[in-house]
């Protein structure tokens, strides 16, 4: 094998383990896309089933111990929240700058007249 064919082949099996890295990476990057998107479609599932189970449209006694547990954690979360703002204070009021009276002259910085 002349040095020119030795070059030319070991650029081709470059290319394709190049072609293979970058097929390898655009499926990882479709395969976490689709598992963001089950994972996206999972919660507006289970947001429907804790609005219809608390319309009182479905009555399933594993889907009600899991709305009572979510409802807990809603008024432990309030109870927290109301203790934060309770140990914070009121909020604090913004300061604003006095504007400059426009009829006074600034007064003159050092070294000038």
């Known amino acids: 094998m002349s040095f020119l064919q030795h070059v030319a082949s070991g ?3 470059a290319a394709s ?3 293979k890295q970058a097929r390898i990476v655009r499926l990882k990057l479709q395969v976490n896309e689709t598992e963001t998107n089950i994972q996206t479609k999972l919660r507006e ?3 429907a089933a804790l609005t219809a189970s608390r319309a009182g449209k479905v009555a399933d006694p594993d889907l009600d111990a899991i709305v009572e547990s979510i409802t807990a ?3 432990e979360l309030k109870d927290r929240q109301e203790q934060l703002t309770a140990l914070q ?3 604090a009021t913004e300061h604003v700058a006095p504007k ?3 009829a006074v002259e ?3 910085k050092e070294g000038e007249k």
């Open 73 to 75: 954690l809603e008024a």
């Open 45 to 47: 599932l289970g947001l």
């Open 106 to 108: 600034p007064a003159p």
């Open 89 to 91: 204070g009121p909020p």
């Open 11 to 13: 650029v081709s099996k």
């Open 100 to 102: 400059a009276d426009p």
């Open 17 to 19: 383990g190049a072609d």
